[in-house]
């Protein structure tokens, strides 16, 4: 079963940056969407980003602008790259695969931000 390996999470101060990384432990179909998700404590998991495996993009409302997903053609691992962070910002960040019938989450990684 293909594992979704997240990395880049940590602590940040608000206005700054971070990026993270998801990459699949092997080959996926190559029709697939991969993206984030975002959860905060008491609140719903909500779509940060997605990505098609043909470079169509989606972003949630709050972090258009200030977020950018990017994949690497061939390698299934894909990136966010998430400026000017916010308080708001702060939740367990997930990563997500879809191809088929499949869904497939990774673990999470932690993203808070504070001063």
């Known amino acids: 079963q293909v594992q979704l390996v997240e990395s880049g999470g940590g602590l940040v101060q608000p206005g700054g940056s971070l990026r993270l990384s998801c990459a699949a432990s092997?080959?996926?179909?190559?029709?697939?969407?991969m993206g984030w998700y975002r959860q905060a404590p008491g609140k719903q998991r909500e779509l940060v980003a997605r990505?098609?495996?043909?470079?169509?993009?989606n972003y949630g409302d709050s972090v258009k602008g200030r977020f950018t997903i990017s994949r690497a053609d061939g390698e299934n691992t894909v990136f966010l790259q998430m400026n000017s962070l916010k308080p708001e910002d702060t939740a367990v960040y997930y990563c997500?695969?879809?191809?088929?019938?499949?869904?497939?989450w990774g673990s999470g990684t932690q993203v808070t931000v504070s001063s």
């Open positions: 997500n695969a879809q191809y088929g019938f499949a869904n497939r």
């Open positions: 092997r080959s996926i179909p190559r029709l697939n969407v």
């Open positions: 990505i098609s495996s043909g470079g169509s993009t």
